[in-house]
């Protein structure tokens, strides 16, 4: 008989005064209870009680271990509550990870939600470009963004999908040219946004019939910060993809404007990872589940504001457009976005882009 058994066969024999009755709360034989507690005194070599045809009593000693074993099973008792709790019932810290931008632009907003749901879950958020080693880290759940996820042991699930828009300044516009086409980027400063879920050193864009256009280059400056990024396009610097949520406030005041929009870069997935769906802590269980509900809803959400900023409009003469390189390509440019207004920069007419 192992240990706790026997101290909890021990206890039941002190506390009900019988043999007889703490077999018969045990679902034991008085037999196999007197052998227990026998045991246990030749194991302690100790002796634990004082017995006689009538009566028993503990020793000095035997009040000793009863005391503790009672502080020990009634701890135990505790432990199996809680961690039994821990099924039914959101609480406690809930460790969560989520990629640079998505995390701050999608996972805390949603986060703050959850908790007006489940306050008695405290949520310790680390917001990190590279992905952790979730289980030795200590993870709950990550919120992870990528084209596609690495062969690995963890729990996925996909919420969704999002994409990255190119934009660009007015000013920078007005200098440069509107690009009409994935070609034309060529002839413009394009710069980099550096991140693990995106190919290196090029933009990969999936046209409005489904094609497939590839642009790499040189570029004079990249960052891993989008937020950064978003920075450096709205000083004129150059043409670079942006995170529907980072571009979307510049987009509706006119510092930021869509550079073709009929293209959206490399589709990217998002995914939740956990360790385990086997006996899944209820706190894990429900944002998990909230996650599933909530971001394509937040997506769905963020499309349809992507589209009113896209909103198709006359496109100002006095921009320049396309490459500044050849005046014959300029005047064909102009008559291919007024027969096509909309083509190419939509947004000029409704940020008021004229000098």
């Known amino acids: 008989m192992d240990t ?13 005064g019988s043999f007889t009755r703490a077999a018969a709360s045990e679902t034991m034989t008085t037999a196999q209870v007197s052998r227990a507690v026998t045991d246990l005194e030749s194991r ?30 009634a701890d135990i008792e505790q432990a199996e509550a809680e961690a039994a709790a821990a099924q039914a019932n959101p609480a406690g810290k809930l460790r969560v990870y989520g990629g640079t931008s998505f995390g701050q632009h999608y996972v805390m907003p949603l986060i703050a939600r959850y908790q007006q749901h489940l306050p008695e879950v405290s949520v310790d958020l680390t917001i990190a470009q590279q992905m952790p080693d979730i289980i030795e880290e200590g993870f709950d759940v990550a919120v992870v963004v990528a084209a596609e996820l690495e062969d690995s042991a963890l729990i996925s699930q996909h919420l969704g999908s999002t994409a990255a828009i190119l934009c660009a300044s007015p000013a920078y516009l007005r200098a440069r040219g509107v690009p009409q086409s994935f070609d034309d980027l060529a002839a413009h400063t394009c710069l980099h946004l550096t991140d693990a879920s995106l190919p290196a050193g090029q933009w990969v864009s999936e046209g409005p019939f489904g094609e497939t256009f590839r642009h790499t280059g040189v570029t004079p400056f990249q960052v891993n910060n989008p937020e950064a990024l978003a920075l450096a396009i709205r000083e004129g610097m150059g043409i670079g993809p942006l995170p529907v949520p980072v571009a979307l406030p510049g987009l509706a005041d006119g510092t930021l404007v869509r550079v073709l929009p009929t293209h959206t870069l490399q589709k990217l997935n998002i995914y939740t990872l ?9 706190k894990i269980r429900t944002f998990v589940e909230f996650l599933r509900e909530k971001v394509p809803l937040v997506l769905a959400e963020q499309e349809a504001e992507l589209t009113t900023c896209d909103a198709p409009v006359r496109l100002p003469a006095e921009a320049p457009v396309g490459s500044h390189d050849s005046h014959t390509r300029e005047e064909s440019n102009r008559r291919r976005a007024r027969s096509h207004s909309g083509r190419g920069l939509h947004d000029m007419e409704r940020l008021r882009l004229v000098n």
């Open 4 to 16: 706790l058994r026997s101290m909890r066969v021990f206890v039941r024999v002190v506390e009900s």
């Open 44 to 73: 302690l070599r100790t002796r634990l009680l004082n017995r006689t045809k009538r009566r028993m009593s503990l020793t000095e000693a035997g009040e000793r271990y009863f005391q503790s074993c009672r502080r020990i099973l």
């Open 274 to 282: 956990y360790a385990s769906r086997r006996y899944l802590d209820a």
